[in-house]
């Protein structure tokens, strides 16, 4: 699009379909996170006690790491749910918009 001409006019084309189809495909990514934490992740325990008196601290550490690595991406999943409901609402509110302004011209 030029803007150096007067009569430009501004055109948005939304593809609604492939907005639905990136939500889609982030709410699956985030259900596969899910799972992966609920039956990998956070059934890791680990502690001092396991890694044995000459290892304890490390151990420790390790544990702790498990546990903010399972809540950050578990905040990761939670994110991408709310992209995906805000991606499917964006796409339905300008497919309305479509359809009411294809009404008021016809």
Do not use: C, K
Not at 5 to 17: I, N, Q
Not at 37 to 44: E, F, G, K, N, V
Not at 56 to 73: I, S
């Amino acid at each position: 699009m030029r803007f150096d001409s007067r009569a430009t006019l501004a055109r948005t084309e939304v593809d609604v379909a492939a907005v639905h189809g990136v939500a889609d495909r982030l709410a699956a990514a985030a259900e596969l996170i899910d799972r992966a934490l609920a039956d990998h992740l956070a059934r890791l325990t680990f502690g001092g006690a396991g890694a044995g008196r000459a290892h304890a601290a490390r151990g420790d550490a390790l544990r702790v790491q498990l546990e903010r690595l399972t809540a950050e991406v578990s905040q990761w999943s939670r994110a991408a749910v709310e992209t995906a409901v805000a991606l499917r609402a964006g796409a339905d509110r300008y497919a309305d918009a479509e359809l009411y302004a294809a009404a008021r011209i016809a």
